[in-house]
């Protein structure tokens, strides 16, 4: 025999003010006393742990009132808190705890704790926990006080849900359950999302409409900024390409700037140089040139003067009429033009040639007095002596004269060869200002281009502008493509320029886009889409939990039709022995389906649908359970028929048949023999006894043979101040009498 439930543990719980602890061996514990003790508290307590919710099931009107509410002698408590201990070492929950111990508790503001080993957890987790083991509060494993017919009072849903629990199908069952609310709930979520479709989709249509034109719009615009970057782009790099030439060139246009003002300024020093080096007889030279030409003229002057004055002096010799006073006067002038004419190198030529132009007129009018005068002097020799002499000394001027003439030619070619390095020192400046000049006029013209350039480039970042981005913004976005956009020819560039001016024709055919109703088609096409969405996975989510559903359904089917052949077999035998006869068979019902109305006939749509499911869901329900029976010597239109012993006498073969297909691994029940007469009492007791070598048993019971079979007995008082007392012994279990 199996020691499985441990013992229970009760502090503030109803009747039990004080911590009391019952501990249960195995076979069968029995707990006795008079009524109003509050012996089956000890049984709502552990119905309770098992996760019972509803608090009149408790035999209370609220939670509170499981809550020690006091007596005169001990004032009420404000929490109260059962425990329940499990051995689990041969691993019957599927928890890796060799002792499993469950706690709730419940205080007056109605907050429930729950607690599995010590650890908070949810009230659904033990539900589910205890659903596994087939421990739940569907199920007959607690059988409350007067509810020993409880299988016989019960619909045929019920019944069902009961042998479920007992064979451990309660697990698949509350996830069948949990599938059908969430596939109600997902139907009711589908229903809204269709409404709200078909509720947006009209406004939707509308809308497309007014947007439909700005589609293409959307569609030139891109295309557009297509064209324009690659447009801008390929001009953007070529201005650039071509400033950034102009930048060179004018780089290079300074550093030979540079070379021409040096070059352009050694020329000038040359040329200066030149100029320290012109001869000093410069001005001596052009004086003496002008001299030697003046003289000349005046040579040939006093020569022909000489001549006529030879002329006159041989008329005088034949005349014989010169007078000594005269020639002696012409003779003292011509020493005068001698003197003058030695001089003449070195004074000023324009008074001597006044001077001796003077003398000459003079002598001339001295000589054709004296020679036409009849009384000539004597010394017409001398003179004549003093004649020779000028002459020589003419022909020595002449000399002197022609020696000036070779230092003249001299100075000149020095000056000529003077000028010629000067002419060439000028043409250098010259030619390097002329460089200068045309450096200038070439630097103006790069300059020019690279304004122009900067111009159009500035251009194309207010087109840029124009066209709603930020020229930086664009450079960046653009830099990597810019070189490869260059290679555009002027043949592409203008089929590009044509397409965007037609595609900018065409977006003002168009019209601007109202934005508001942009935006409002766009928040429209969201929202239905994010419907659509909705409504594709709630249509998924239902068709995977009715998958689901399905699947359970089957196995619930499968395994509860097998146990209900083999229960079937065991209630009969139970019956008979409670009886001496008859017979009794638990049979399959199928759940009554509404009859279609006139009006649902006539839905169509989504209404259609959902009634269609509502019927696939009752199709889909699970047939409840019916009792077939028939008493020995006795005919039964109706349970309702039966006495109270016969209802607990069936109730009884009905258990017993359940627990021998699916033990469970304790049973608690309250005072369900207490209809039994003594020969049906021994035989229970006897049953009892059978079943206690797999089964532990909790039992509250007045009945003496019930009593004589248990292992331990409780007995339960009511003490002086109004609170429940435990009193224990321990039986060797009596053997009951096999009863025939």
Do not use: C
């Not at 501990?23 to 119905?47: L, M």
């Not at 070379?259 to 030279?285: C, D, I, M, S, Y």
């Not at 030695?342 to 000589?367: P, W």
């Not at 066209?467 to 555009?488: D, W």
Request: hydrophobic letters at 35%; glycine letters at 6%.
């Amino acid at each position: 025999m199996a020691n499985f439930l441990k013992k229970l543990e009760l502090v503030g719980f109803k009747s039990f003010a004080g911590k009391t602890i019952l501990e249960f061996p195995a076979g069968i514990t029995a707990i006795v006393g008079p009524n109003g003790s509050g012996k089956s508290n000890v049984v709502d307590a552990i119905r309770w742990l098992l996760g019972e919710r509803d608090a009149k099931s408790l035999r209370g009107g609220k939670v509170e009132d499981l809550i020690f509410a006091g007596t005169p002698e001990r004032p009420r408590q404000g929490l109260a808190e059962a425990s329940l201990h499990f051995d689990n070492r041969d691993g019957f929950f599927s928890v890796d705890f060799s002792e499993i111990v469950i706690t709730r508790q419940v205080s007056r503001d109605g907050e429930s704790r729950y607690f599995l080993n010590k650890s908070e957890v949810r009230l659904k987790d033990l539900v589910d926990f205890f659903a596994k083991a087939r421990l739940g509060t569907k199920g007959l494993v607690v059988i409350t006080q007067g509810n020993s017919d409880l299988f016989i009072k019960a619909n045929p849903s019920e019944r069902r849900e009961m042998i479920e629990e007992m064979l451990g199908l309660r697990e698949y069952q509350i996830k069948k359950n949990r599938a059908e609310n969430q596939l109600k709930n997902t139907q009711i979520n589908l229903d809204k999302v269709r409404a709200l479709i078909e509720e947006i989709l009209p406004h939707l249509r509308s809308l497309r409409r007014q947007t439909g034109r700005w589609e293409k719009r959307g569609v030139l615009e891109e295309e557009l900024k297509n064209l324009e970057d690659s447009l801008f782009g390929s001009k953007w790099a070529w201005l650039s390409s071509a400033i950034k030439k102009s930048e060179t060139e004018l780089e290079n246009h300074r550093q030979e700037f540079s070379h021409l003002a040096a070059e352009k300024k050694k020329t000038e020093n040359h040329q200066k140089e030149v100029e320290a080096g012109e001869p000093k007889e410069r001005e001596e030279l052009r004086k003496i040139k002008n001299q030697t030409s003046e003289l000349l003229g005046e040579q040939i002057r006093l020569e022909k003067n000489l001549s006529r004055l030879e002329a006159q002096i041989e008329m005088g010799q034949k005349s014989a009429a010169t007078s000594e006073i005269s020639l002696e006067k012409a003779i003292g002038l011509v020493k005068k033009i001698k003197s003058y004419l030695e001089a003449s190198l070195s004074q000023d030529f324009d008074s001597l040639k006044n001077t001796i132009q003077a003398l000459i007129q003079e002598i001339t009018a001295s000589l054709n007095t004296n020679l036409s005068d009849k009384k000539t002097s004597p010394i017409l020799g001398d003179f004549q002596k003093q004649f020779g002499q000028i002459n020589q000394e003419l022909k020595e001027i002449k000399t002197k004269i022609e020696n000036l003439k070779e230092k003249e030619k001299h100075l000149e070619k020095s000056q000529g060869e003077f000028y010629e390095l000067f002419k060439k020192a000028v043409a250098s400046v010259e030619a390097a200002k002329q460089k200068i000049e045309e450096w200038d006029i070439r630097n103006q013209k790069i300059l020019f281009e690279k304004e122009r350039f900067e111009l159009r480039l500035e251009e194309i970042k207010r087109q840029i502008i124009q066209a709603g981005r930020h020229p930086n913004e664009f450079k960046e976005t653009h830099s990597s493509s810019l070189e490869l956009k260059h290679g555009l020819d002027s043949d592409e560039l203008r089929e590009i320029e044509g397409k965007i001016f037609k595609i900018r024709g065409d977006l003002a055919s168009i019209g601007d886009i109202d934005e508001s109703v942009l935006r409002e088609a766009k928040e429209t096409e969201s929202r239905y889409e994010f419907l659509k969405r909705e409504l594709e996975d709630t249509e998924k989510a239902k068709t995977d939990l009715r998958e689901l559903i399905a699947d359970l359904s089957g196995k619930i089917k499968t395994e509860f039709s097998a146990a209900l052949r083999e229960i079937n077999q065991e209630f009969t035998n139970f019956f008979h022995l409670m009886f001496g006869g008859g017979h009794a068979k638990l049979i399959l019902k199928k759940p009554e389906r509404a009859v279609k109305t006139e009006s649902q006939e006539k839905i169509e749509g989504d209404e259609k649908l959902l009634l269609e499911d509502k019927n696939l869901a009752e199709d889909e329900k699970e047939e409840g359970i019916d009792i077939d029976l028939s008493l020995p010597k006795k005919r039964l239109k109706s349970l309702e028929v039966l006495s109270g012993g016969e209802r607990s006498l069936v109730g009884i073969a009905a258990l017993f048949a359940m627990i021998s297909v699916s033990p469970p691994p304790f049973l608690v029940l309250d005072e369900v023999d207490a209809a039994l007469d003594e020969r049906n009492a021994r035989r229970f007791a006897e049953m009892l006894q059978g079943f206690a070598k797999k089964t532990q048993f909790i039992i509250i019971t007045h009945n003496r043979a019930s009593m004589e079979v248990a292992n331990v007995l409780y007995g339960v008082t009511l003490s002086a101040d109004g609170t429940s007392k435990i009193l224990s012994l321990k039986l060797e279990p009596t053997p009951v009498a096999s009863v025939k």
